[in-house]
């Protein structure tokens, strides 16, 4: 969702029928850097590696660059849009994490983990040795009906104001004259 967000606030002229394979990537690729859990989780890395180099300014554009390549998305605010989709997801664990966690913003210069905790009322630290999957999921879903709950207004209210359907509606309207004449 927040990733989402970001797009389609850097895109320029969003067009929902043309762009929503961007906007549904911005929203994938928002959640991207938490799948070092999977390393943690899955291969046995330590869980300290959850929240590093993934959550980094180096990788979202790193990242977000090669996508851009791959995509073939050429407009500079179109890669920019992707880096800052990822990067989106880094700064808001920076802003949500007290307790421990946060992320490595500045990876590869500083191992330090920044953290501020701005606003942590729903605290999210899944903690597999003790807790179980179901468990983790199920507050991960809670969680994720929080975010829609914010992010979602937000983004609608973004995609109408950027796409502007009554603008064009009346631009149509007006080409339509145009050529009857
Ligand atoms: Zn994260």
């Not at 179901?134 to 209210?157: D, M, N, R």
């Amino acid at each position: 969702m927040i990733g989402a967000t970001v797009l389609s606030v850097i895109r320029k002229d969003l067009e929902l029928r043309r762009d929503w394979p961007a906007i549904l990537i911005g929203a994938a690729i928002g959640i991207l850097p938490d799948l070092d859990l999977i390393l943690v989780w899955g291969l046995g890395y330590p869980m300290k590696l959850h929240g590093s180099f993934t959550h980094s300014i180096v990788f979202a554009i790193a990242f977000g660059s090669a996508l851009s390549l791959l995509l073939k998305e050429s407009s500079i605010r179109g890669v920019l849009a992707y880096i800052g989709a990822l990067l989106s997801h880094g700064l808001m664990d920076v802003a949500t994490k007290k307790e421990f966690g946060g992320a490595q913003l500045l990876w590869p210069f500083t191992d330090q983990k920044y953290r501020m905790g701005l606003f942590s009322n729903y605290e999210f630290y899944p903690n597999p040795p003790t807790q179980s999957y179901i468990e983790i999921l199920k507050q991960g879903f809670v969680l994720s009906l929080y975010e829609i709950a914010i992010f979602l207004p937000l983004l609608i209210l973004i995609l109408v104001l950027k796409t502007r359907p009554w603008k064009r509606r009346n631009a149509a309207a007006a080409d339509e004259g145009l050529t009857n004449k």
